[in-house]
């Protein structure tokens, strides 16, 4: 079924989705401040550091998973959500930040510093951050045409990096259960492996074509 019509009427409401698990968050403060809910559990700073943590991956899974679905089900308009996916992991990520330099640290700068060198899964978290920050950056059409299409898009293959610097965080965060982190590290690993095995094709079938090239003889 062919969407690209309907691509603008799309987005709005894939915009609101996208806000959905932080509208839920949000309920979830809202009751447990007014009427005592217990959804955030017994550590309601944890939970809302830990879910925006969450929320951040799964919006780098879904940026990365944008080309391939695209290109498997030959769906081209896919790819024009991809800009605002990503842009949302960015959103989520920042949140969950500021949720640490609030909650863990009181705004203390310096205790920052000393985690990222001392707590690995901090510096890993910290990485996948950072690595995010030029790809919202350069995310617009102008940015676009002022790096060239060349390199904007090797500058954005940071994602790959970021996706896998944040499972790594995910998952030295996690002190007993690693299903979930792992089930991540599947997702990203399908996701990067399908692009390596597109590469290896494509670099194959060129040196073949190569080959065919010269094997052809003058007239």
């Known amino acids: 079924m062919e969407f690209s019509r309907h691509v603008k009427w799309l987005k709005p409401p894939v915009f609101l989705l996208c806000l959905g698990p932080l509208a839920s968050l949000v309920w979830k403060v809202l009751d447990a401040i007014y009427r005592g809910g217990s959804a955030l559990g017994a550590n309601p700073q944890e939970y809302i550091r830990n879910s925006l943590g969450t929320w951040t991956l799964v919006f780098l899974c879904i940026t990365l998973g944008v080309t391939p679905f695209r290109r498997l089900l030959r769906q081209n308009w896919l790819i024009r959500f991809r800009r605002m996916f990503g842009l949302f992991a960015f959103f989520y990520g920042s949140l969950h930040f500021v949720t640490y330099f609030w909650f863990d640290t009181g705004f203390d700068f310096p205790a920052i510093v000393r985690d990222v060198y001392q707590r690995p899964f901090i510096t890993a978290g910290f990485i996948?951050?950072?690595?995010?920050?030029?790809?919202?950056?350069?995310?617009?059409?102008?940015?676009?045409?002022?790096?060239?299409?060349?390199?904007?898009?090797?500058?954005?293959?940071?994602?790959?990096?970021?996706?896998?610097?944040?499972?790594?965080?995910?998952?030295?965060?996690?002190?007993?259960?690693?299903?979930?982190?792992?089930?991540?590290?599947?997702?990203?690993?399908?996701?990067?492996?399908?692009?390596?095995?597109?590469?290896?094709?494509?670099?194959?079938?060129?040196?073949?074509?190569?080959?065919?090239?010269?094997?052809?003889p003058s007239a």
């Open 128 to 216: 996948a951050f950072v690595l995010m920050v030029p790809l919202a950056v350069t995310s617009t059409s102008g940015m676009v045409r002022r790096l060239g299409g060349r390199r904007w898009q090797l500058l954005h293959r940071l994602v790959y990096f970021s996706a896998i610097a944040g499972v790594i965080h995910y998952y030295w965060l996690v002190k007993s259960d690693v299903t979930v982190p792992v089930r991540f590290a599947t997702v990203v690993a399908i996701l990067l492996g399908y692009r390596a095995a597109e590469y290896t094709l494509q670099k194959r079938k060129k040196h073949s074509q190569d080959r065919g090239v010269r094997s052809v």
